[in-house]
């Protein structure tokens, strides 16, 4: 919350405090490739209503949202491993669309979609109530300096915005490898009273959840990975 008592997330002339630095990156020449030729069938514009997920994917489907995908490699390997589920990745990176949109050219993913933008403005505007089976954050970024905590994802307003976006029953998982995070995610997710958590505290890695090379490199290095499961009561 604000010294005004008005959630963070929520000015009246939109000029919140964002969760992300946008960056220009450099752009392969497969990634520009995969933008061009497969951006218009599988990329949903960002737009201020609500989308019909049935028409976006061609099918009716339990519907999981992920946000901040970085490259892809996680999104698409849950995406091949569950068929039977839709996905929306969001990301406001270009490289990192390129990339997925490149993995899902070679992976033949049909069960998934990108919305390049803002995710709160997105789960605001696009996503109805009730909607979601699942939201999974993986490893977003946890803004370690002090004065910079007020700009994480993972503050109240917005874990109540994703919970009303979650079915009864659908999940939202998060992780980091920041352990002063991780108790932030914890004493937030709790407080949320229309979720419950799936485990004491921590949940262990689902199985869906496959380990990064570069979380495998800071396991191997002593560091921690925290999962937090919970479902919408």
Same mark, same amino acid.
């Given at each position: ?5 008005? $959630? ?7 000029? #919140? ?5 946008? @960056?220009? &990156? ?13 951006? $218009?069938?599988?990329?949903? +514009?960002?737009?201020?209503? !609500? ?10 489907? $339990? ?6 995908? &970085?490259?892809?490699? *996680?999104? %698409? ?16 990176? *270009? +490289? ?12 033949? !993913? ?18 109805? +109530? ?11 970024? $946890? ?7 007020? #700009? ?10 994703? %919970? ?11 992780? *980091?490898?920041?352990?002063?995070? %991780? ?9 949320? =009273? ?9 949940? =262990? @890695?689902?199985?869906?959840? +496959?380990? *990064? ?8 290095? &002593?560091? &921690? ?6 479902? @919408?009561?």
């Amino acid at each position: 919350m604000s010294d005004s008592g008005k $959630p963070m997330f929520y000015d009246p002339t939109e000029h #919140r405090i964002r969760s992300f630095v946008t @960056r220009a &990156g450099r752009l392969s020449i497969a990634q520009a490739r995969a933008i061009e030729t497969l951006g $218009p069938q599988y990329c949903v +514009p960002y737009q201020k209503q !609500l989308l019909d997920l049935d028409q976006a994917f061609g099918r009716h489907a $339990p519907t999981v949202l992920e946000i901040g995908f &970085g490259m892809g490699v *996680t999104t %698409a390997a849950i995406a091949a491993a569950m068929p039977d589920k839709n996905f929306i990745g969001v990301e406001v990176h *270009t +490289p990192g669309v390129g990339s997925m949109l490149k993995l899902i050219g070679e992976q033949e !993913l049909g069960n998934l979609r990108i919305i390049q933008h803002d995710a709160v403005e997105v789960m605001t505007h696009m996503i109805a +109530p009730g909607s979601l089976a699942g939201v999974h954050v993986f490893f977003p970024d $946890p803004w370690h300096k002090a004065r910079h905590n007020k #700009r994480r994802l993972i503050q109240g307003p917005f874990v109540a915005l994703l %919970a009303s976006r979650l079915a009864p029953g659908g999940i939202l998982h998060c992780a *980091t490898d920041w352990e002063e995070y %991780a108790q932030q995610m914890l004493e937030v997710l709790t407080a949320e =009273p229309a979720l419950e958590n799936t485990a004491a505290h921590y949940a =262990p @890695r689902p199985d869906y959840r +496959p380990v *990064t090379k570069f979380e495998n490199r800071g396991l191997k290095l &002593g560091h &921690g990975v925290w999962d937090l499961v919970f479902r @919408r009561r």
